[in-house]
């Protein structure tokens, strides 16, 4: 069984690589259910990652992310590059209300050779939607396409996680955000590498453009200290500037500036050594990702529910330490572990 789940994985990762798509999206699937013939496919595939250009788009909700998506798939396509979508989203970009009507556009979309979508529903994901994410997008770069790029959900953490696997973060905002301003002070714009206005066409968009770039400048409100009259920290000539673009998804405006300054990014980030850092960092998070993985299989395998519950209960009742209680259980896995292995360990 073992043998021919080695094969099936194996066979699937060839076959993708060589373009098939059926045998992608059934990689795709085996992946996203933690399946064993998934897990090996992406070991075979691992060697051919490394080249896509990975691009975030993140942002509140309903700002326009699925819209915008759509647009930059079909600039990419214009110039002849092939994309690839993974829309983390309850809902497909490409399946209705997102659209804008705009059914001719994503019938080319669907029918074009160079683009593969693939929209993950946000639950049902063993080991969570961002562990899924990452796998599909090693997955889609493994097997060829140059540009991916990858919605997320919600708001809060998956907001933050994108940035572990993208080199390029797009934050897109919508005008009349508000209180938003001082969860993008808190930490999103930091990890954004472009700032988008989304919805342009509205009278309000302007303002909106001109908050964020007090907030990006430390103006009065911003994070260089209360009243701005700290220093400002010298300005670093090879720095990226974050750029705040405006656009309007609805009416086709500002999405060539957007990818004009997604491409300016990946070329700042090679010429400044940045690729080769995120690579890093990224080298880092899969490898923390997988000994989780791999910790928590040894967990279920060795540890029997009952001794989970007894060690909670004995924590709840106050009759031992928490810190107490998971050394021992520690103890106990590495000791079960020993014995399997016939104390070979
Ligand atoms: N006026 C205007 N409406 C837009 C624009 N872009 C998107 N919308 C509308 O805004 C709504 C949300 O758009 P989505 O693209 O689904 O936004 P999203 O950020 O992907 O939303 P979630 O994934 O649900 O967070 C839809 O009704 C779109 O038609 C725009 O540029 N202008
Ligand atoms: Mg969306």
């Known amino acids: ?13 060839q076959e993708a690589r060589q373009g098939n798509r059926r045998a992608l999206a059934r990689l795709l699937s085996l992946v996203e259910n933690g399946a064993p013939a998934g897990l090996i496919a992406l070991s075979e595939l691992f060697p051919y990652t490394g080249q896509a250009h990975i691009i975030g788009i993140t942002g509140s909700p309903g700002a326009g992310k699925s819209s915008l998506l759509n647009r930059l798939a079909h600039a990419f396509r214009q110039s002849g590059t ?27 979309l669907i029918n074009d050779d160079g683009i593969f979508i693939r929209s993950m529903a946000s639950r049902g994901h063993p080991g969570g939607i961002a562990r899924a994410t990452h796998d599909a997008v090693m997955l889609l770069d493994a097997v060829g396409y140059p540009v991916i790029l990858v919605e997320t959900v919600g708001a809060g953490q998956a907001q933050v996680d994108v940035a572990r696997v993208a080199h390029t973060v797009v934050l897109v905002e919508a005008p009349g955000m508000g209180d938003d301003i001082q969860a993008l002070k808190a930490g999103l714009m930091e990890i954004a590498d472009i700032i988008v206005v989304n919805k342009a066409d509205r009278p309000d968009a302007r303002q909106t453009m001109r908050m964020l770039q007090s907030v990006r400048h430390g103006g009065p409100s911003g994070h260089h200290g209360p009243g701005g009259d700290a220093p400002a920290p010298p300005a670093d000539a090879d720095a990226w500037e974050v750029p705040i673009l405006l656009t309007s998804a609805l009416e086709e405006r500002g999405i060539a500036e957007l990818q004009a300054a997604i491409l300016a990014h990946r070329q700042y980030l090679s010429a400044s050594g940045q690729w080769a850092a995120r690579l890093a960092q990224h080298a880092r998070a899969e490898v923390e990702l997988w000994l989780r993985r791999h910790f928590e299989a040894l967990q279920t395998a060795h540890l029997p529910p009952e ?3 007894s060690a909670v209960d004995a924590v709840a009742a106050r009759q031992a330490a928490p810190a107490a209680v998971a050394q021992n259980l520690l103890e106990e896995l590495l000791a079960s ?7 070979e360990c």
């Open 307 to 309: 001794r989970w519950e």
């Open 337 to 343: 572990i020993c014995h399997r292995r016939r104390g």
């Open 1 to 13: 069984m073992n043998q021919r789940r080695n094969l099936d994985g194996a066979r699937l990762a």
């Open 82 to 108: 092939r994309v690839a979508i993974v829309a983390v989203d309850p809902t497909s970009p490409f399946s209705g209300g997102a659209l804008l009507g705009d059914r001719l556009r994503m019938r080319t």
